[in-house]
């Protein structure tokens, strides 16, 4: 089973920038698409962003669209999907957890949890207004 491990969480002010990473152990990373969900406290884990296995699709949540940028890199091994994430405001304050697509996505409409697995353990993004 693909093991997943993100970092690059951290504390920053409004208005700044993150990029999160999301190393995958296996190369069968390359034929998968990739997501990222966050959950804050006392809140259910929501979608952020997809993309598909080439990097050519992506999908973002509305409350996102315009400032996250998903992105990806199958070459030389690295299997390594990314997180940019500017503009940032206090309530996208969450853990940040990446998943790998255990079902195929139409990047028309927003995925839903059931369509991921082998989530990794998660990064905490904390933003102070």
């Known amino acids: 089973q693909v093991q997943l491990v993100e970092s690059g969480g951290g504390l920053v002010q409004a208005g700044g920038s993150l990029r999160l990473s999301c190393a995958a152990s296996?190369?069968?990373?390359?034929?998968?698409?990739m997501g990222w969900f966050r959950q804050a406290p006392g809140k259910e884990r929501e979608f952020v962003a997809a993309?598909?296995?080439?990097?050519?699709?992506?999908?973002?949540a509305d409350s996102v669209k315009g400032r996250f940028t998903i992105t990806r890199d199958n070459a030389n091994a690295k299997n390594t999907v990314y997180l940019q994430m500017n503009s940032l405001k206090p309530e996208d304050t969450a853990v940040y957890y990446c998943?790998?697509?255990?079902?195929?996505?139409?990047?028309?409409?927003?995925?839903?949890?059931?369509?991921?697995?082998?989530w990794g353990q998660g990064t905490q993004v904390t933003v102070s207004s």
């Open positions: 993309i598909s296995w080439s990097g050519i699709n992506t999908i973002y």
């Open positions: 998943a790998r697509a255990v079902r195929s996505l139409s990047f028309t409409t927003v995925p839903v949890l059931a369509d991921f697995g082998s």
């Open positions: 296996e190369r069968t990373f390359s034929t998968s698409a």
